[in-house]
């Protein structure tokens, strides 16, 4: 009986960790890995950049890179992320919103751990100056790391179409 449980318990762990790791349509997509420290039996530690269009905000691009822990822990989905990562965002075409935003929304989330770590990018609007401001961290249930960085997009005339103001599109 007690060897059931065990062998249930490690199928469901191990169908937890892999179900992590599956696409979706709001997945970034992943543009290249570069690894950073070799490990011999077992796969390196990465850097990965990645590339993600903002749902909210069409014709803006983020990019942002994260360090991939490797090493066993890494390649079972035990290991917990660093909390470095540096973004940049683009504008690639005509800005149009889609819907109104709160200042600082949630644009992206993604788990650095198995249970408690969150890599997330925000959004706000500086109405001033008709710029779009993207704020990348990482947090923990006890305690949030310093770590993060920031990017901006001012919104620029593209082709024929009107240059739209982010203002208009803070919801209160």
């Not at 065990?6 to 992943?30: F, K, Q």
């Not at 905000?57 to 290991?79: D, L, S």
């Not at 990562?85 to 109104?100: D, I, T, W, Y």
Request: glycine letters at 6%; proline letters at 5%.
């Amino acid at each position: 009986m007690k060897h059931n449980l065990t062998r249930i318990a490690l199928v469901a762990s191990l169908a937890l960790v892999s179900s992590a790791g599956l696409a979706s349509d709001d997945d970034p997509e992943l543009i290249f890995k570069k690894s950073t420290v070799f490990k011999l039996l077992s796969p390196n530690h990465k850097l990965a950049t990645y590339a993600i269009d903002d749902p909210l905000v069409e014709g803006v691009t983020c990019h942002f890179t994260v360090p991939e822990k490797g090493g066993w822990k890494g390649w079972a989905g035990f290991a917990e992320e660093l909390s470095d990562v540096s973004l940049a965002c683009r504008q690639f075409g005509p800005v149009k919103f889609k819907e109104k935003f709160k200042q600082g929304d949630e644009m992206y989330r993604k788990r650095r751990s198995l249970f408690f770590k969150k890599m997330r990018i925000v959004r706000g609007c500086d109405p001033k100056r008709n710029v779009l401001v993207y704020l990348s961290y990482s947090d923990r249930i006890i305690e949030g790391s310093p770590q993060n960085s920031t990017s901006t997009v001012a919104i620029q005339p593209w082709g024929t179409a009107n240059v739209e103001n982010c203002e208009d599109f803070i919801a209160n």
